[in-house]
């Protein structure tokens, strides 16, 4: 059991760390736009100040209170490390990788964003610690409405980005890119994950890929 909880947490911690890497990364490279929360957390932040990271985690509270009232389940310990931390690592990211001068690194800083946004994410669900705040709002679309969570992650991703827009955020082609393709992407890394984790807890082998 302590060996089970010692790599669950390790996943978790691993996963959020990648998903705020992932994000700071696509909002260094915004020229392209950035992910539909980000496009609301920097509309939040051009209007009303603090930062990007503080306001992820003021938006995160609120989301926490209607996914707990909406799944009716009290929050996982998990959840609430999640919006911390995430919140954190993204002022701390943001503050530590120098901004991109060029279109060529902007670019290579938003696909690399993304794709490690995705990752990150699939992995600290895989933990099974409780889902971050953004990520237990999906599952109760998916609970409720009966869909995947390749859908239920579009939506969620498409509707925020039209409020952030109203709100002065960046939008862009990349916004779209990453609405439609974080979903698909870690639903993959979540498979896969969940099969890792698996095999490090029971000491299964790995399937052939």
């Given at each position: 059991m302590r060996k089970?909880?010692?790599?669950?947490?390790?996943?978790?911690?691993?996963?959020?760390?990648?998903?705020?890497?992932?994000?700071?990364?696509?909002?260094?490279?915004?020229?392209?736009?950035?992910?539909?929360?980000?496009?609301?957390?920097?509309?939040?932040?051009?209007?009303?100040?603090?930062?990007?990271?503080?306001?992820?985690?003021?938006?995160?509270?609120?989301?926490?209170?209607?996914?707990?009232?909406?799944?009716?389940?009290?929050?996982?310990?998990?959840?609430?490390?999640?919006?911390?931390f995430v919140g954190l690592f993204i002022d701390f990211f943001n503050w530590v990788i120098p901004n991109p001068t060029t279109f060529l690194i902007q670019l290579i800083s938003f696909v690399l964003g993304l794709f490690l946004l995705a990752i990150g994410s699939g992995i600290y669900i895989s933990a099974n610690l409780g889902a971050g705040p953004r990520d237990s709002l999906m599952l109760l679309i998916v609970k409720k409405v009966k869909i995947s969570i390749r859908v239920a992650r579009t939506i969620m991703e498409v509707s925020v980005a039209v409020v952030g827009f109203l709100l002065g955020g960046p939008i862009g082609i990349g916004t779209v890119i990453m609405a439609f393709g974080i979903g698909p992407i870690m639903q993959v890394s979540l498979r896969y994950s969940k099969e890792t984790l698996d095999h490090l807890i029971t000491d299964k082998q790995l399937p052939n890929y």
């Open positions: 089970e909880y010692m790599y669950r947490w390790l996943f978790f911690f691993i996963g959020i760390m990648v998903l705020g890497l992932g994000v700071a990364l696509t909002v260094k490279g915004q020229r392209f736009g950035v992910g539909s929360w980000d496009v609301l957390h920097i509309g939040l932040y051009k209007n009303l100040g603090l930062s990007i990271g503080l306001w992820s985690i003021i938006m995160g509270i609120i989301i926490v209170i209607i996914s707990s009232i909406g799944l009716r389940e009290l929050p996982r310990v998990g959840t609430f490390m999640n919006m911390i």
